[in-house]
């Protein structure tokens, strides 16, 4: 005997509602035979069995709303006897006029499958970080949501918060989904962007690292990062928290670095007092967080405090990217993929080296004209690689 | 130092920066960062990996020379050579 | 002697309240005690043993068996300025004095406008384990903590024990407090100088994180081997005595719960109307949105206290109850 479950449809399905019986007790099924429909997200989807026998007894009534994997119906394998609890020869008796009263003894039942639980902590922290809770797995009484099931940035501040080792790539999207979700609905991003001339850089970068063994050598990612963090002491309102209804700088910079996971997936771990580290420091922190990302060996302090997010595309990319601000951060910087260009230098057209560097900024804290200078300022900085 | 044993100098250094792929999967002539999706970070810790193991000097120009498992083999049996 | 005193010092729950009566008695002439058997027979409990030879039969009285009528007495005194302690065989027999309780003690400061009270202290003994069977047995605290003009103690510990009487007598107004009959024989250490305790306050007898366990009085050491137990599967329950019954220490319970986001409240009353019902209620009112799972109660079975051992210990909240219910508020 198999049963006949409410399938997953995709993984934003929890739930569906069963409309239409296509076959009924007692006929037989075959592979493939399409029993049920079901009425979901994505509409009415007709319901396949996915093995042999014969429907039985359905177990949800029609227009019930049932998680995924609840038992619709039991099929029962051809030939297997149906299983008749009141065998139909022997009469039952007479109920009796009057029955002892049971003692109201308190039973604990388990809960019907209505809906999804979701207890009243899960809710409240869901609510105030603005996390959706679709497709989230409960770990509470009777499989309910709480507040540990949540995604690990909404419980940032809190102090049960479980810290696990390696990399959950379904909990890492789903942390995704929350932060970026609720930054497009909360923050007013405004977005700049800007070619930044990067011939001397590269140059300058080359000539260093040709003389050093490669343990020394520093990529442009470093230089890039140096010259944001250098270039943020003079625009305090791109580095903080957005909290509250109220904007609170940060003195400390903390460079969050946009790390890809192989496979999916993106953390973006800070740097911490990016302004403070030499490049050659800078660089060594860069790898050390790199190396620990792909082992999936972060810190949470690294994790939990950027203060700003630096996002490049390195070689293998496109020429810009429009970033999307990590909450309660208030800018992100995109850095595009190098390339090779014309470009009017001195009244003459020469190939350069040229990068589309990008900002993202929350209009409740700065303007435009202040993002403006900003990024005038990264580049002015990129420009003088030897004083980075 | 035999070729074989460069190979798999090779192959190891990429197991290590891109432990969730097989480098042994892909053939010896394909652009190991498209195969391999490893980005400059990665491809430079791949060349420190060389560095330390086979005692050979690996000038950033040259970088381009092992962007492909064959490639590298090739190259770093002309160094050790 | 010129040693300077220990420290601490070895006694029982049942030396440290007549401990604290020899120190009321000695401190106010207008303190006694009053009770059936409380003098030559030293006590039901024994708690008052030897004290009639040390302050006579004046201030250590012997009583009809009449609670309705040494209670009301006690009232009397109370209205006329003395300071008196009644002591209750148990709190099964104080049925007989609740008319006095609650209609005359209770009440009189507020039908009186604010001109008479009555600073009474009642100790009886409650709950169940020593197969005295139903008529004394029961856990009745609950009843009394329902009613407005009394104040409700349920000292669990032997500093409590030592303590609490002393806050009492200081309180205007009318007091009653609950020993439960499995503490008596309770042994430990306490500060050989230990005296009057804080009342009003619920403690936290041990912190954890993962679960609040909510009891008081005979339920406090079952809670706590509870919690020994969830320990060792790494579950952190913290364990709240709550001391006071009424009136209940509500932000202590609260402050608690918001933290550990799950409360099991045991209480050896019966589940229906219970103490353990109003704290329940309680977190449902203050503390909802940090719930994580319902609460839960642990009660006695509700049925009259059995007789046999083998039923009565199944009819009380049990160490292993305790944990069960923890574990499912966590979904184990």
């Given at each position: 005997m198999g049963e006949f479950v409410m399938p997953s449809?995709?993984?934003?399905?929890?739930a569906g509602t069963?409309?239409?019986?296509?076959k009924h007790p007692g006929d037989a099924i075959k592979r493939?035979?399409?029993?049920a429909v079901v009425e979901t997200q994505k509409g009415a989807i007709e319901i396949e069995a996915f093995e042999e026998g014969v429907l039985d007894r359905p177990l949800v009534e029609l227009g019930t709303k049932v998680p995924v994997g609840t038992p619709l119906a039991f099929i029962r394998t051809?030939?297997?006897?149906?299983?008749?609890?009141?065998?139909?020869?022997i009469k039952l008796p007479e109920?009796?006029?009057?029955k002892p009263v049971a003692p109201p003894i308190a039973v604990s039942v388990?809960?019907?499958?209505i809906g999804r639980r979701v207890s009243p902590a899960a809710r409240k922290i869901a609510a105030e970080h603005g996390l959706?809770?679709?497709g989230l797995k409960g770990t509470g009484p009777g499989g309910a949501i709480i507040s540990?099931?949540?995604?690990q940035a909404a419980r940032a501040?809190?102090?049960?918060a479980a810290k696990k080792p390696g990399i959950d790539l379904g909990e890492m999207r789903k942390a995704i989904a929350a932060a970026m979700a609720r930054s497009k609905r909360e923050i007013p991003h405004y977005y700049l962007s800007h070619p930044i001339d990067l011939t001397t850089a590269q140059q300058w970068l080359a000539d260093i690292n040709a003389g050093r063994e490669p343990p020394e050598r520093i990529l442009l990612a470093a230089l890039l990062s140096k010259a944001v963090a250098l270039a943020l002491h003079a625009f305090?309102?791109?580095?903080g928290f957005y909290q509250d209804g109220a904007f609170r700088p940060s003195r400390p910079i903390h460079l969050g670095t946009a790390i890809a996971i192989r496979g999916g997936g993106l953390v973006a771990p800070a740097i911490r007092d990016a302004d403070t580290l030499t490049l050659d420091g800078l660089m060594a922190a860069l790898r050390d967080l790199v190396a620990r990302t792909r082992a999936g060996r972060l810190r949470s302090s690294e994790l939990f405090d950027p203060t700003i997010t630096v996002s490049s595309l390195g070689e293998?990319?496109?020429?810009?990217l429009y970033g999307v601000i990590y909450?309660?951060?208030?800018a992100i910087i995109g850095f595009g993929t190098p390339a090779p260009l014309p470009r009017v230098v001195d009244g003459k057209v020469e190939p350069r080296l040229m990068m589309t560097a990008t900002l993202a900024a929350d209009h409740r804290v700065s303007d435009g004209h202040r993002g403006a200078l900003f990024l005038l300022e990264i580049e002015r900085r990129l420009q003088q690689p030897d004083t980075l | 130092m035999t070729r074989e044993d460069i190979r798999t100098a090779v192959l190891e250094g990429l197991s290590n920066i891109a432990?969730?792929?097989?480098?042994?999967?892909?053939?010896?002539?394909?652009?190991l960062r498209e195969a391999l999706d490893i980005d400059s970070m990665d491809f430079l810790n791949f060349v420190i990996a060389l560095h330390k193991r086979l005692q050979v000097a690996i000038p950033e120009v040259d970088y381009p020379k092992l962007l492909t498992i064959g490639g590298a083999v090739d190259y770093l049996d002309a160094k050790l050579a | 002697m010129n040693e300077i005193a220990p420290a601490r010092i070895k006694t029982t729950y049942r030396e440290a309240v007549r401990a604290a009566i020899r120190d009321a008695l000695t401190a106010d002439p207008k303190a006694f005690l009053m009770g059936e058997d409380v003098g030559h027979y030293g006590g039901c409990y024994a708690v008052s043993k030897g004290l009639l030879a040390e302050f006579g039969p004046e201030r250590i009285r012997d009583t009809p068996l009449s609670e309705s009528a040494f209670v009301g007495a006690g009232i009397g005194a109370a209205l006329n300025g003395m300071r008196p302690i009644v002591e209750v065989m148990t709190v099964n027999f104080s049925l007989l004095a609740l008319d006095q309780i609650l209609n005359n003690a209770a009440t009189l400061l507020h039908m009186s406008g604010g001109q008479f009270n009555v600073p009474l202290v009642i100790r009886m003994a409650t709950g169940a384990?020593?197969?005295?069977a139903a008529q004394h047995s029961h856990s009745l605290e609950g009843w009394y903590a329902h009613i407005p003009g009394l104040k409700v103690l349920a000292p669990a510990t032997i500093e409590d024990a030592r303590g609490m009487l002393l806050g009492a007598l200081k309180d205007p107004n009318p007091v009653l407090i609950f020993e439960h009959?499995?503490?008596?024989n309770m042994e430990g250490e306490i500060a050989a100088d230990a005296g009057a305790v804080e009342t009003g306050k619920a403690a936290i007898r041990r912190p954890g994180r993962d679960v609040t366990l909510i009891t008081y009085g005979g339920s406090l050491a079952k809670a706590m081997a509870a919690a020994e137990t969830l320990a060792k599967e790494r579950i952190e329950a913290e364990v709240i005595d709550?001391?006071?019954?009424?009136?209940?220490?509500t932000a202590t319970i609260i402050g608690s719960v918001a933290r550990t986001r799950r409360a099991v409240v045991v209480d050896e009353?019966?589940?229906?109307?219970?103490l353990a019902a109003e704290v329940t209620a309680t977190i449902m009112e203050q503390a909802f949105w940090e719930l994580d799972a319902p609460v839960a109660r642990v009660c006695?079975?509700?049925?009259?206290?059995?007789?046999p051992r083998h039923l009565e210990q199944a009819a009380l909240p049990q160490p292993e109850s305790i944990a069960a219910a923890a574990r499912a508020t966590l979904g184990r």
């Amino acid at each position: 005997m198999g049963e006949f479950v409410m399938p997953s449809l995709g993984a934003d399905m929890d739930a569906g509602t069963l409309t239409e019986w296509l076959k009924h007790p007692g006929d037989a099924i075959k592979r493939g035979d399409v029993i049920a429909v079901v009425e979901t997200q994505k509409g009415a989807i007709e319901i396949e069995a996915f093995e042999e026998g014969v429907l039985d007894r359905p177990l949800v009534e029609l227009g019930t709303k049932v998680p995924v994997g609840t038992p619709l119906a039991f099929i029962r394998t051809a030939g297997a006897p149906a299983p008749s609890p009141v065998p139909s020869e022997i009469k039952l008796p007479e109920t009796p006029a009057t029955k002892p009263v049971a003692p109201p003894i308190a039973v604990s039942v388990a809960p019907p499958a209505i809906g999804r639980r979701v207890s009243p902590a899960a809710r409240k922290i869901a609510a105030e970080h603005g996390l959706s809770l679709e497709g989230l797995k409960g770990t509470g009484p009777g499989g309910a949501i709480i507040s540990t099931d949540l995604p690990q940035a909404a419980r940032a501040a809190e102090p049960r918060a479980a810290k696990k080792p390696g990399i959950d790539l379904g909990e890492m999207r789903k942390a995704i989904a929350a932060a970026m979700a609720r930054s497009k609905r909360e923050i007013p991003h405004y977005y700049l962007s800007h070619p930044i001339d990067l011939t001397t850089a590269q140059q300058w970068l080359a000539d260093i690292n040709a003389g050093r063994e490669p343990p020394e050598r520093i990529l442009l990612a470093a230089l890039l990062s140096k010259a944001v963090a250098l270039a943020l002491h003079a625009f305090p309102e791109m580095n903080g928290f957005y909290q509250d209804g109220a904007f609170r700088p940060s003195r400390p910079i903390h460079l969050g670095t946009a790390i890809a996971i192989r496979g999916g997936g993106l953390v973006a771990p800070a740097i911490r007092d990016a302004d403070t580290l030499t490049l050659d420091g800078l660089m060594a922190a860069l790898r050390d967080l790199v190396a620990r990302t792909r082992a999936g060996r972060l810190r949470s302090s690294e994790l939990f405090d950027p203060t700003i997010t630096v996002s490049s595309l390195g070689e293998r990319g496109v020429e810009r990217l429009y970033g999307v601000i990590y909450p309660p951060q208030v800018a992100i910087i995109g850095f595009g993929t190098p390339a090779p260009l014309p470009r009017v230098v001195d009244g003459k057209v020469e190939p350069r080296l040229m990068m589309t560097a990008t900002l993202a900024a929350d209009h409740r804290v700065s303007d435009g004209h202040r993002g403006a200078l900003f990024l005038l300022e990264i580049e002015r900085r990129l420009q003088q690689p030897d004083t980075l | 130092m035999t070729r074989e044993d460069i190979r798999t100098a090779v192959l190891e250094g990429l197991s290590n920066i891109a432990p969730e792929t097989d480098p042994t999967s892909i053939g010896d002539a394909a652009d190991l960062r498209e195969a391999l999706d490893i980005d400059s970070m990665d491809f430079l810790n791949f060349v420190i990996a060389l560095h330390k193991r086979l005692q050979v000097a690996i000038p950033e120009v040259d970088y381009p020379k092992l962007l492909t498992i064959g490639g590298a083999v090739d190259y770093l049996d002309a160094k050790l050579a | 002697m010129n040693e300077i005193a220990p420290a601490r010092i070895k006694t029982t729950y049942r030396e440290a309240v007549r401990a604290a009566i020899r120190d009321a008695l000695t401190a106010d002439p207008k303190a006694f005690l009053m009770g059936e058997d409380v003098g030559h027979y030293g006590g039901c409990y024994a708690v008052s043993k030897g004290l009639l030879a040390e302050f006579g039969p004046e201030r250590i009285r012997d009583t009809p068996l009449s609670e309705s009528a040494f209670v009301g007495a006690g009232i009397g005194a109370a209205l006329n300025g003395m300071r008196p302690i009644v002591e209750v065989m148990t709190v099964n027999f104080s049925l007989l004095a609740l008319d006095q309780i609650l209609n005359n003690a209770a009440t009189l400061l507020h039908m009186s406008g604010g001109q008479f009270n009555v600073p009474l202290v009642i100790r009886m003994a409650t709950g169940a384990g020593r197969q005295l069977a139903a008529q004394h047995s029961h856990s009745l605290e609950g009843w009394y903590a329902h009613i407005p003009g009394l104040k409700v103690l349920a000292p669990a510990t032997i500093e409590d024990a030592r303590g609490m009487l002393l806050g009492a007598l200081k309180d205007p107004n009318p007091v009653l407090i609950f020993e439960h009959v499995m503490l008596y024989n309770m042994e430990g250490e306490i500060a050989a100088d230990a005296g009057a305790v804080e009342t009003g306050k619920a403690a936290i007898r041990r912190p954890g994180r993962d679960v609040t366990l909510i009891t008081y009085g005979g339920s406090l050491a079952k809670a706590m081997a509870a919690a020994e137990t969830l320990a060792k599967e790494r579950i952190e329950a913290e364990v709240i005595d709550l001391r006071t019954l009424r009136p209940l220490d509500t932000a202590t319970i609260i402050g608690s719960v918001a933290r550990t986001r799950r409360a099991v409240v045991v209480d050896e009353g019966w589940k229906t109307g219970s103490l353990a019902a109003e704290v329940t209620a309680t977190i449902m009112e203050q503390a909802f949105w940090e719930l994580d799972a319902p609460v839960a109660r642990v009660c006695s079975a509700e049925v009259p206290i059995p007789y046999p051992r083998h039923l009565e210990q199944a009819a009380l909240p049990q160490p292993e109850s305790i944990a069960a219910a923890a574990r499912a508020t966590l979904g184990r």
